[in-house]
């Protein structure tokens, strides 16, 4: 059982906007805004494409965006692509003991 | 650009120790912390821990009595041992870094990834 909780899916078609949440504790995303996504396509390794709640790695097109609120955190995809399709995982500093949690993933489909 | 590869056995018996290596090319293991983390087949992302340079170590609360990092500065490696390994720590195992030198509270640079089945 992952430390945040994502939904298992979401979908949206090309050209729309999807928004996929990630909801822990005060300990974790409630606590700071060391927040951060990350995309993996099939067989591949994770892609960091927002770190610190909504800031943007070199190269990340800011069709991605992030926000926070309160224990939730949301990843949004504007102007969808079929190549956003991926599983998308969320990630929090959980404080000195647990240091760093991650969610259980959600798998996008572009319909 | 630094570029990460991992290395071992893909395979592991029970109760047997996982035994994994991370080569760092295209810079130097100075001044930055370094990092395992791990995918069991279909499910998500897990912690396992970091080491920073100086040999200063953080580990995952549920996986700390069984995990040790080490570093190895003249091979610009760094390495992770897993003991007493159950089919519950197959996985791919990843290493990652930081692209700056601060605490490692995200990677912007993985591994490509090393499945390790644990069975007998």
């Known amino acids: 059982q992952s430390a945040l909780t994502q939904p298992p899916s979401a979908s949206g078609s090309p050209g729309q906007s999807v928004t996929i949440s990630c909801t822990g504790t005060s300990s974790d995303v409630g606590g700071s805004n060391i927040v951060s996504w990350y995309q993996q396509h099939p067989g591949k390794a994770p892609k960091l494409i927002l770190y610190e709640v909504g800031k943007w790695p070199s190269g990340v097109p800011p069709r991605f965006s992030g926000s926070k609120s309160g224990n939730t955190a949301s990843l949004t995809v504007s102007w969808l692509q079929a190549d956003d399709e991926a599983d998308y995982y969320c990630s929090s500093y959980a404080g000195s003991d647990n240091f760093l949690v991650f969610g259980g993933g959600t798998k996008l489909t572009i319909l | 650009q630094v570029q990460l590869q991992e290395s071992g056995p893909g395979l592991v018996k029970p109760s047997e120790t996982l035994s994994l290596t991370c080569t760092v090319s295209?810079?130097?293991?100075?001044?930055?912390?370094w990092s395992w983390i791990r995918q069991p087949p279909g499910k998500g992302l897990e912690w396992i821990g970091y080491?920073?340079?100086?040999?200063?170590?953080n580990y995952n609360p549920s996986l700390k009595s069984r995990v040790t990092i080490s570093l190895d500065m003249s091979k610009n490696q760094f390495s992770l041992k897993l003991s007493s390994v159950t089919a519950a720590d197959t996985a791919v195992y990843y290493c990652?870094?930081?692209?700056?030198?601060?605490?490692?509270?995200?990677?912007?640079?993985w591994g490509q990834g090393i499945l390790v089945t644990v069975s007998s």
């Open positions: 990652a870094r930081r692209a700056n030198t601060a605490m490692p509270y995200y990677f912007n640079f």
């Open positions: 080491i920073y340079h100086s040999g200063s170590t």
């Open positions: 295209g810079d130097s293991i100075n001044n930055y912390y």
